[in-house]
Nanobody
Framework: QVLLEESGGGLVQAGDSLRLSCVAS????????MGWFRQAPDKERQFIAT????????YYADSVKGRFTISRDNAENTVYLHMMSLKPEDTAVYYC?????????????????WGQGTQVTVSS
């Protein structure tokens, strides 16, 4: 079974940076494309970023493009989300997810494994 655990969330001020981490408890992590999603209260869980299994291709939602960077370290079974120039509207619970697809997707149903989420709160 693939287990995912996010960390790195917290309370920051607008303009600050955070790096989220997601560790997978499986050594076949390199065969999974990974994604990051976020969900604010009373809103749908929305796509943020995805990275393919080799790490060579990354795609982002327009709302975070140019500010967020997704990366992965397959030797450590870890995917990262580096967030810069944070805004209050970035406040949400952030989730990482894994898919057996070689190339990631922005569609939630394509991901079979999800972490519990980590809270990011950005104050103005």
């Amino acid at each position: 079974q693939v287990l995912l655990e996010e960390s790195g969330g917290g309370l920051v001020q607008a303009g600050d940076s955070l790096r989220l981490s997601c560790v997978a408890s499986r050594d076949t992590f390199t065969n999974f494309a990974m994604g990051w999603f976020r969900q604010a209260p009373d809103k749908e869980r929305q796509f943020i970023a995805t990275i393919n299994w080799s790490g060579g291709n990354q795609y982002y939602a327009d709302s975070v493009k140019g500010r967020f960077t997704i990366s992965r370290d397959n030797a450590e079974n870890t995917v990262y989300l580096h967030m810069m120039s944070l805004k209050p509207e970035d406040t949400a619970v952030y989730y990482c997810a894994a898919t057996t697809l070689r190339v990631g997707s922005r569609i939630r149903s394509e991901y079979a494994h999800w972490g519990q989420g980590t809270q990011v709160t950005v104050s103005s």
